[in-house]
């Protein structure tokens, strides 16, 4: 695949507010062996016209269209057939509860756990057999569409539930 190629499909995309993409997309696009796509998405890595975010998984990082808040709007790419919700440490550390900010966004959610490291920082899945259709009920949506956001009672819970460091939280009386 040419660079010009590349680039007027990535621009296409961007007007349509797509940002990320699947190899299995591009291979799609530009009908390309595998050998052949492959290496020249190595090629395009390395002069930055598109950035690996995980095995598969592609952003395009000249898009306009890129959200303000890259990391957890990869969640929905890399979990697009579970329940994914911000809880545990994260969502702890923006209410407030605990001190610290943690050093990776924790995701609750009904794949596997899972740790992904992506350039733009760490993503931390956490599995939880919960029910989540009627826990859905309790978390907050966000601007990123598939996932959402617990309450703090439910990032509590969830806390003590996986038996993660219940030490850091500060009390507000009565909900921890």
Same mark, same amino acid.
Request: charged content about 25%; proline content about 5%; glycine content about 6%.
């Given at each position: 695949?040419? *660079?010009?190629?590349? /680039?007027?499909?990535?621009?296409?995309?961007?007007?349509?507010? /797509?940002?990320?993409?699947?190899?299995?997309?591009?291979?799609?696009?530009?009908?390309?062996?595998?050998?052949?796509?492959?290496?020249?998405?190595?090629?395009?890595?390395?002069? +930055?016209?598109?950035?690996?975010?995980?095995?598969?998984? @592609?952003?395009?990082?000249?898009?306009?269209?890129?959200?303000?808040? /890259?990391?957890?709007?990869?969640?929905?790419?890399?979990?697009?057939?579970?329940? $994914?919700?911000?809880?545990?440490?994260?969502?702890?550390?923006?209410?407030?509860?605990?001190?610290?900010?943690?050093?990776?966004?924790?995701?609750?959610? *009904? +794949?596997?756990?899972?740790? %992904?490291? *992506?350039? @733009?920082?760490? /993503?931390?899945?956490?599995?939880?057999?919960?029910?989540?259709?009627?826990?859905?009920? %309790?978390?907050?949506?966000?601007?990123?569409?598939?996932?959402?956001?617990?309450?703090?009672?439910?990032?509590?819970?969830?806390?003590?539930?996986? +038996?993660? $460091? *219940?030490?850091?939280? %500060?009390?507000? +009386?009565?909900?921890?």
């Amino acid at each position: 695949m040419k *660079t010009r190629d590349l /680039i007027k499909a990535l621009d296409t995309l961007d007007k349509q507010g /797509i940002w990320a993409f699947k190899y299995s997309s591009l291979k799609l696009r530009f009908q390309q062996s595998d050998r052949a796509l492959l290496k020249s998405l190595s090629a395009h890595q390395k002069n +930055g016209y598109v950035l690996k975010v995980a095995k598969g998984l @592609y952003v395009n990082p000249r898009a306009r269209s890129l959200p303000p808040d /890259i990391l957890p709007a990869l969640v929905p790419w890399l979990r697009p057939f579970e329940m $994914n919700y911000v809880s545990l440490e994260s969502a702890l550390s923006d209410y407030g509860r605990i001190s610290q900010v943690p050093g990776r966004l924790t995701i609750m959610s *009904t +794949g596997k756990s899972w740790l %992904q490291r *992506t350039p @733009y920082g760490d /993503i931390e899945f956490v599995h939880t057999r919960r029910n989540l259709a009627n826990l859905k009920e %309790q978390l907050l949506e966000t601007p990123v569409a598939g996932l959402y956001r617990a309450t703090e009672s439910v990032a509590v819970r969830d806390l003590k539930r996986v +038996g993660r $460091n *219940t030490g850091l939280l %500060q009390d507000r +009386g009565g909900d921890s």
